[in-house]
């Protein structure tokens, strides 16, 4: 009887050691690691009155400001609060407004200087004022 459940538990601790496996295989491929090597990606810019422009973009950057930086999208800032793009400045002290970021149509969460690129990418920035 022994015998049966140190069977048991030796074969639930190796089914347990795979799943923790497999579930770290799984997260680290789902990551948002910047790719390497040449990428296509569409940088659309909304502006205040909701007209839109694409621009597409091939870039080695493996992050989205970088990448802008080199299309002369934007100019570099070191804190990360971009305030203009593609000529249009957004000022939170003149109308509260703000660049809202999104990546493949959902928030960003992070600043440009964050957002690994991934080629096939659609990165928008839109032209925000704050209701608060």
Do not use: C, R
């Amino acid at each position: 009887m022994k015998k049966k459940q140190l069977f048991l538990i030796a074969i639930s601790a190796v089914l347990l050691v795979g799943l923790i496996i497999g579930a770290v295989f799984l997260w680290k491929g789902s990551s948002a690691d910047p790719n390497e090597g040449n990428k296509a990606i569409v940088f659309e810019v909304v502006q205040k009155d909701g007209t839109s422009k694409e621009h597409e973009i091939a870039t080695d950057a493996e992050f989205l400001a970088d990448a802008l930086v080199e299309e002369g999208l934007v100019d570099y800032a070191k804190d990360g609060m971009y305030t203009v793009i593609d000529g249009i400045e957004a000022s939170w002290e003149a109308d509260k407004a703000f660049w809202w970021i999104t990546v493949n149509d959902e928030d960003a969460g992070v600043g440009m200087n964050d957002i690994a690129i991934t080629d096939g990418g659609h990165y928008e920035a839109t032209y925000t004022i704050s209701t608060y």
